[in-house]
């Protein structure tokens, strides 16, 4: 298994609070990716880092922010929760290479509720 | 834009049934095609893969061949477990553009 952590992996908070969730890997890969995943949606791109200070913007990017300063770790904020923000966020990540790029590999999950 | 269609479930079959789960996708170019499985409380994990016209990805029983003409990549088993209980998502990638998922499709095998 790929070595991928996220943390917290439950939370619960309030409206209007800021959030911050953390994606660790070991695997030393370039690409990570934070998705959110809704019932009746799939899955969704909210932001992805091609390289140390290097993101861009998803599908749903509207409320959140990313931040990337090692290669190991991707965190993904919500500066003013909403309980639109209720899910079930994944991180993910790829190797970098052509064809090794579009193969991810997904974190545990952390389940968010927000009050 | 890159899309993917796959068809909406819940699926529910009894052990040792034939899958069959519909997908159809619309990309410019040449893209990848991708099937995930994601268990109970579990990440998504890779189930097969294609990167070609043609190509059939397999593993663990479970099949799809990279057809072009008809813009599809259908899974199939030809003997489902009640262990493969799970969302199953149909994905593709344009080669620089990150991937575009289905909606996923809920599998129940009951024994």
Redo the contacts between chains.
């Keep these: 298994d790929a070595g991928i952590t996220q943390s917290p992996r439950h939370k619960v908070t309030e409206t209007g609070t800021p959030v911050t969730l953390r994606c660790h890997q070991t695997e030393n890969h370039r690409y990570m990716y934070w998705y959110r995943q809704d019932p009746g949606h799939g899955l969704r791109l909210i932001h992805y880092s091609y390289g140390v200070k290097d993101t861009d913007k998803g599908e749903v990017s509207d409320g959140y922010s990313v931040s990337r300063s090692k290669t190991e770790d991707f965190l993904l904020t919500l500066e003013s929760a909403t309980s639109s923000q209720t899910s079930v966020y994944f991180c993910a990540i790829s190797k970098g290479d052509r064809q090794d790029r579009e193969t991810q590999y997904f974190g545990p999950g952390t389940r968010l509720l927000v009050l | 834009g890159n899309s993917v269609t796959q068809m909406e479930g819940p699926v529910t079959l009894s052990e040792e049934a034939f899958l069959t789960i519909n997908c159809t996708y619309t990309a410019t170019g040449y893209p ?1 095609l ?1 099937w ?1 499985v994601q268990y109970p409380g ?5 189930l097969l ?1 294609a ?1 070609k016209a043609d190509d059939k990805g397999s593993n663990k029983g479970f099949e799809a061949t990279y057809r072009k003409e008809t813009t599809s990549f259908h899974l199939e088993k030809g003997s489902v477990q009640v262990s493969d209980s799970a969302v199953y ?1 149909c994905a593709l ?1 344009g ?1 620089n553009t ?2 575009v ?4 499709t809920r599998l129940s095998v009951i024994a």
């Design positions: 990848s991708f995930y579990e990440g998504l994990q890779l893969k990167t998502f990638s080669g990150p991937l998922f289905g909606k996923g």
